[in-house]
């Protein structure tokens, strides 16, 4: 074995045992890029925390001065406009790892991301990543090189495609390992926050501001917009898109991003935007910050036992109390295929019969 190939190994042991280790987002995407330069040289990054439901980043890392500004400039004006290499296109092609370069065709100045951010910073080539579990997207992480260095290499795609599913059980075990919500505490009141166009805060109730320290620390100058949480720009971006739908999956989607916050409990972000009064100006951005509701919690208790697709929809068609025969019909299944498939839901969850499957992953979230 080569010298480089046992770096490899080695390294891939490494990540592979951090990924299964219990850390949270951040430090195990600190301590995974710190292995992961040894057997693919890096300059810098940037990684996302993604919502699974949404689809939508709740959380931004990287190693750039600046952070919290760059992070906002790059979910409002760049990451819902630049659609090469879009993290939930690849996601939904099995692409766990692209070179930006081969996706504009050697022309890196097609990529807005490119333009507006990366060239002019001095940095030249980008492989990006997406942590995903069952095409469900956890993660992202754009590997940047500067100007100069030579293109990531076929043999370090295919290491960083090794680890890219290793990174996504990480990313979901890490979120799944929070979702249970800490006591209420008579803090469960929805928050409304107002946003002038240029992101400056208008108005804020006390159960936002509540919820914005738990969701991140507020800068000093986070009313005039600079110390805003993450998930707050990704929101706004989101709301931009739904307003100005370039596919039909951008005109159906609902700017809506559910996140958890830092005391373990899960948020659900609604924007929208304000009737202008006057016509020449656009109205406010309004971002309602309340508790996750039943069908996000519901998700969530699913997801964890790692239901499969078909599985799931056994158990939409349990949960409005259809027969196993009215599901064989539904599905165009036999009445025994469908028994297989329940009987594997209930060794999954560990239950024994369909009320008990109702009560583990759907009262339970509403009466803990």
Same mark, same amino acid.
């Given at each position: 074995?080569?010298?480089?190939?046992?770096?490899?190994?080695?390294?891939?042991?490494?990540?592979?045992?951090?990924?299964?280790?219990?850390?949270?987002? &951040?430090?195990?995407?600190?301590?995974?890029?710190?292995?992961?330069?040894?057997?693919?040289?890096?300059?810098? *990054?940037?990684?996302?925390?993604?919502?699974?439901?949404? #689809?939508?980043? &709740?959380?931004?890392? &990287?190693?750039?001065?600046?952070?919290?500004?760059?992070?906002?400039?790059?979910?409002?004006?760049? *990451?819902?406009?630049?659609?090469v290499l +879009?993290?939930?296109?690849?996601?939904?092609?099995?692409?766990?790892?692209a070179?930006?370069?081969?996706?504009?065709?050697g022309?890196? +100045?097609?990529?807005?991301?490119?333009?507006?951010?990366?060239?002019?910073e001095?940095?030249?080539?980008?492989? @990006?990543?997406v942590?995903?579990?069952?095409?469900?997207?956890?993660?992202?992480?754009?590997?940047?090189?500067?100007?100069?260095?030579?293109?990531?290499?076929?043999?370090?795609?295919?290491?960083?495609?090794?680890?890219?599913?290793?990174?996504?059980?990480?990313?979901?075990? %890490?979120?799944?390992?929070?979702?249970?919500?800490?006591?209420?505490?008579?803090?469960?009141?929805?928050?409304?926050?107002?946003?002038?166009?240029?992101?400056?805060?208008?108005? *804020?109730?006390?159960?936002?501001?509540?919820?914005?320290?738990?969701?991140?620390?507020?800068?000093?100058?986070?009313?005039?917009?600079?110390?805003?949480?993450?998930?707050?720009?990704?929101?706004?971006?989101?709301?931009?898109?739904?307003?100005?739908?370039?596919?039909?999956?951008? @005109?159906?989607?609902?700017?809506?991003?559910?996140?958890? %916050?830092r005391?373990?409990?899960?948020?659900?972000?609604?924007?929208?935007?304000?009737?202008?009064?006057?016509? /020449?100006?656009p109205?406010?951005?309004?971002?309602?910050?309340?508790?996750?509701?039943?069908?996000?919690m519901?998700?969530?208790?699913?997801?964890?036992?790692?239901?499969?697709? @078909?599985?799931?929809?056994?158990?939409?068609?349990?949960?409005? #109390?259809? /027969?196993?025969?009215?599901?064989?019909?539904?599905? *165009?299944?036999?009445?025994?295929?469908?028994?297989?498939?329940?009987?594997?839901?209930?060794?999954?969850? #560990?239950?024994?019969?369909?009320?008990?499957?109702?009560?583990?992953?759907?009262?339970?979230?509403?009466?803990?």
């Amino acid at each position: 074995m080569s010298p480089s190939a046992v770096v490899e190994e080695r390294v891939f042991s490494e990540i592979k045992r951090l990924c299964l280790s219990g850390l949270d987002e &951040t430090t195990l995407l600190r301590e995974v890029v710190a292995r992961l330069r040894h057997a693919v040289p890096i300059d810098t *990054y940037r990684a996302l925390r993604i919502d699974p439901l949404s #689809g939508l980043p &709740t959380g931004s890392f &990287t190693e750039e001065p600046d952070q919290p500004v760059r992070a906002h400039f790059f979910l409002e004006h760049i *990451y819902f406009e630049d659609d090469v290499l +879009e993290f939930n296109w690849m996601a939904r092609n099995r692409h766990p790892v692209a070179l930006l370069s081969e996706a504009t065709g050697g022309h890196l +100045e097609r990529s807005l991301h490119w333009r507006e951010f990366l060239g002019p910073e001095g940095f030249g080539h980008e492989a @990006r990543g997406v942590f995903t579990v069952s095409q469900e997207l956890w993660g992202a992480i754009c590997a940047i090189r500067e100007r100069g260095r030579p293109d990531f290499s076929p043999r370090e795609v295919t290491f960083m495609r090794r680890i890219a599913p290793h990174l996504g059980a990480g990313f979901k075990a %890490a979120a799944l390992r929070s979702q249970a919500s800490p006591e209420d505490n008579g803090g469960g009141a929805p928050g409304v926050l107002v946003l002038h166009q240029r992101g400056r805060v208008l108005h *804020y109730t006390e159960a936002a501001e509540r919820w914005l320290r738990d969701l991140g620390d507020l800068g000093p100058g986070w009313r005039e917009g600079d110390g805003l949480p993450t998930v707050i720009w990704s929101a706004v971006g989101a709301l931009r898109r739904a307003l100005r739908p370039q596919t039909e999956r951008d @005109r159906a989607s609902v700017p809506r991003v559910c996140v958890r %916050a830092r005391s373990g409990r899960w948020l659900t972000l609604h924007a929208s935007l304000s009737e202008s009064q006057h016509l /020449s100006s656009p109205g406010e951005t309004v971002i309602v910050i309340e508790p996750a509701g039943f069908k996000e919690m519901a998700w969530l208790h699913t997801t964890a036992y790692g239901l499969s697709p @078909r599985e799931e929809e056994m158990v939409g068609f349990v949960v409005r #109390g259809a /027969s196993t025969r009215q599901i064989s019909q539904a599905l *165009y299944v036999t009445e025994d295929t469908v028994q297989k498939h329940l009987q594997n839901v209930f060794e999954k969850v #560990g239950v024994r019969s369909r009320q008990a499957l109702v009560k583990r992953l759907y009262l339970n979230t509403i009466f803990p």
